[in-house]
């Protein structure tokens, strides 16, 4: 079976996990938008990468696409809950469901498709893997709460924005490579492996998108660019900015202004000069950092297919 065969089966579960009688209501046209308009199913991909590690992957594999579902589900749902409390207009270039049915039809269906992830792991008696799930939207959570408590800090360290997207955005990648490969049959000591390169790429591909933000333009990236700064989220290239001796005055007088909500066109443009010359490269660096930590795990690993794409994956991000 070809790996885009596999995907269609991961779509196929979603499908019958997310069957639902809202027709013609506001929440089941966010549904079937949501469900009709995935992206690149990044997640559910690792989960069946690491998969094959395993000795077990053909024996589970039904268990191995309601598994990777489940993961698509979740992410899902946090995109439209993120979409919700940031008051999104875009979502991978097109208007966000919040922005087109009203955010009461979305926190429904964020809501529904969170407890069909439910009841399919009690359903199908998916123990491990509900404990995991759960523990990972804990971790969800405690990330995006502390990016609100690092809202507008002109201070805000490295190290407090990576400790927050290792709860808001790398849990769930790291949980989908632990779930491929323990469902798989790996041994600990591999799966953690597994689950730590997926990590890795979590933080990299945040790192990634927050390079974005400043290097694309609101059409190539799927989003309004620079919102993160005018609502006082300070991502990791303003960080690394803001940390060199010539950037940081000007910087964290645009972070105020920022904040009382008086920046201008004109001040927009000469923040993002100051973080293009002073916090882009940096951030590719750890982008690279990151990717080199990778290929070291997986050089350790048995050398096959999987470990073949995977590679591939994390080249592609780390050559933004």
Request: hydrophobic residues 40%.
């Amino acid at each position: 079976m070809t790996r885009e065969a596999e995907l269609d089966r991961v779509r196929q579960c979603i499908r019958t996990m997310t069957a639902h009688s809202f027709a013609g209501t506001e929440t089941g046209a966010v549904l079937d938008d949501v469900l009709g308009s995935a992206g690149k199913m990044i997640r559910p991909r690792l989960l069946l990468l690491c998969s094959g590690f395993g000795p077990l992957r053909e024996e589970r594999f039904g268990r191995i696409c309601l598994l990777a579902a489940m993961v698509e589900l979740t992410h899902m749902a946090s995109l439209v809950h993120d979409d919700i409390v940031d008051d999104a207009r875009f979502r991978r270039g097109k208007p966000s469901v919040q922005s087109r049915y009203g955010k009461d039809a979305a926190v429904y269906a964020g809501d529904f498709l969170i407890s069909r992830v439910n009841y399919w792991e009690a359903k199908e008696d998916l123990r491990e893997a509900a404990m995991l799930l759960s523990g990972t939207v804990e971790k969800m959570c405690v990330g995006e709460i502390g990016q609100a408590v690092c809202r507008y800090r002109e201070d805000v360290t490295a190290e407090e924005y990576l400790r927050n997207i290792r709860g808001k955005t790398a849990a769930l990648f790291q949980t989908a490579c632990l779930l491929g490969a323990r469902e798989a049959g790996c041994p600990d000591e591999e799966a953690e492996k597994l689950g730590k390169i997926g990590e890795y790429i979590g933080i990299m591909f945040q790192f990634r998108d927050d390079l974005l933000d400043f290097i694309s333009t609101p059409e190539e990236c799927g989003k309004d660019t620079r919102k993160d700064f005018l609502e006082g989220i300070f991502t990791i290239p303003v960080i690394f900015a803001a940390e060199t001796k010539a950037a940081r005055e000007p910087l964290q007088a645009f972070m105020r202004k920022a904040k009382a909500g008086t920046l201008t066109e004109s001040d927009l443009r000469q923040m993002t000069e100051l973080v293009l010359t002073f916090g882009v490269e940096r951030t590719r660096q750890e982008i690279h950092r990151l990717y080199r930590k990778s290929i070291a795990l997986l050089d350790t690993m048995e050398d096959n297919e999987s470990n073949d794409r995977i590679r591939e994956l994390i080249g592609k991000i780390d050559a933004v």
